[in-house]
C-alpha cells in the first residue's frame, strides 16, 4: 500500500520529460548570470538583443513542449496591451515626436507572453534544483571575491565581457571601489537579483533543512550590504525582514513577531540617524537614490512632460531626452500610462499565481519585484525574463519535494497504524 501510494504521489507531481524541463532550468540560469552583455568592453545592442530574444524564445519553446500552456484571460490580457502600446506608438510617431523602436516593442511581447503561461505542476527534483543553486552561488561568491581583490587579468575580463548599458565608467567604477555587481554592471541590478536568490536560500534552508543555503545567504547579504546605494539598503531591509517572517511561517516559536520586527526597525533607525549623509543622498538627492526618480526636478522631468502631452503614453517609440531605466514606475508611466502598469500587474500576479506553489513565497517574491521596480523596470528588462522561470522551476520544485515528502510520511503512518490495527 505504502508503494503504490508513493508510485500514485509521483504520478502526479512528475509529469513530462525531465530532461526538458532540467534543460528549462540550466538555460535560464547560464542567461540570467553568466550571459556576456558586451565584447572588449564595446556593446552592441542590436546583436545583444537578437541573442536574448532568440535564447528566450527557446525557453518558451521548451516550456511549451513541456506541455505548459497559455492562460485563457491573462493571454487577452497580453494581447490587450499590445494593441494598446501599439495604438500610442502610432500617435507618438505619426506627430513626428518619437521613433518606432524593436527593442521596446520585443521585451513587452516576450514578457506579456510569459506573464501568460502556466507551468504545469511538477517536481523536476529538488536535488537536482539545488545543485543548480549550489553551482550558481559558489561562482558568485567566487566572482565578488576575485573581484574586490583586485586581480588585474580577471578585471580586465569583467570590463571586456560584462559591461552595462553602454556604461563602461560604471563597471569600471565598481570594480575600482570593489562593489560586488558580479556580472551585472551596476548595483540596482545586483541588488534585485541578490534578493531573488537569498529567497530561494531561505525556502532550501527552512524546506529542506539545507543548512549550506544559510552560508549563502549571510555571503549575499554581506554583497547587498557593501553595493551601498539605495537600492541595496532597500533590498537589504527586505532581505532581513522576509528571512525573518520565514522563520516564523516555516518554524514552530514562542517568541512574539512583533519583537524581531521592532528591533529591525530600532537598528534601521538608528543607521539613519548616524549617518545622515545616507538619508541626503536616498531621499533628497537629484543624481542619486529615490530622489533622483521621483522628485519632480529629477531624471525624470522630461518623462512627466511627455505622458502630459501623450497620456497614452509613448508605446513602442523612442522619444529622445528621455530616461528609459532607473524606475520601473516610471518607465510604465513613459510608455503607457497608468493602463500599462494596470496590465503588467495583474499579468505578473497571475503567472505567479499559477507557477509559484508556496503562497508565502510567491508573496516574497512578488514583494521582492516591487521592491525592485523602484529602481529599475525588473518586468522587461532582458534578464529578469530568464529569472522569472528560473525562479519558478526552482521554488516549484522545492514546493513539490516537499509535500510529495510529507504526503509519503502521511501515508507510511497510515499503513502503519493500519497494520497495528
Sequence with gaps: MQIAMQVQLRSRFVQGPFVEASLIVVLCGLFVFLLPTSYNGDE????QNAIYSIAFALVLLLLLLDKARFEGKRLLMAAALFLYLLIASIFVVGSGVGRFSLARLVPIVLTALLFSLCFKKRCIGAKFATNVLDLILIVIIVWNVTAMAHIAPFEQFVRSFYTQLDDYTATTYSLLIGKPVFTFGVHNFAAAFYAILFLLCAQVYFVLNRK???LYAIALLFFTLLLKSAASYASLGLMVTLFILSYYHYRETKIPLFIPILIACALGTIFLVAFPQVVERLFFS???????????????????????SFPMGT??????GLWYA???FIVYLTMGGVLCFALLVPLFWGYCKDNIPDPFIRCAFVAVIFVCELSFPS???????FCYVFFALISAAISCSSELSNAE???ALKCDLGANG
Design 315 to 320: 508605446g513602442y517609440s523612442i522619444v529622445d
Design 326 to 328: 532607473d524606475s520601473g
Design 212 to 214: 549550506r543555503m544559510l
Design 44 to 47: 552592441s545592442p542590436i546583436l
Design 286 to 308: 537629484t543624481t542619486n537614490g529615490f530622489g533622483s526618480r521621483y522628485l519632480a526636478s529629477g531624471l525624470y522631468s522630461e518623462n512627466y512632460r511627455i505622458v502630459e
Design 409 to 411: 510520511k502521511i501515508g
Design 379 to 385: 518586468f522587461i528588462y532582458w534578464k529578469m525574463m
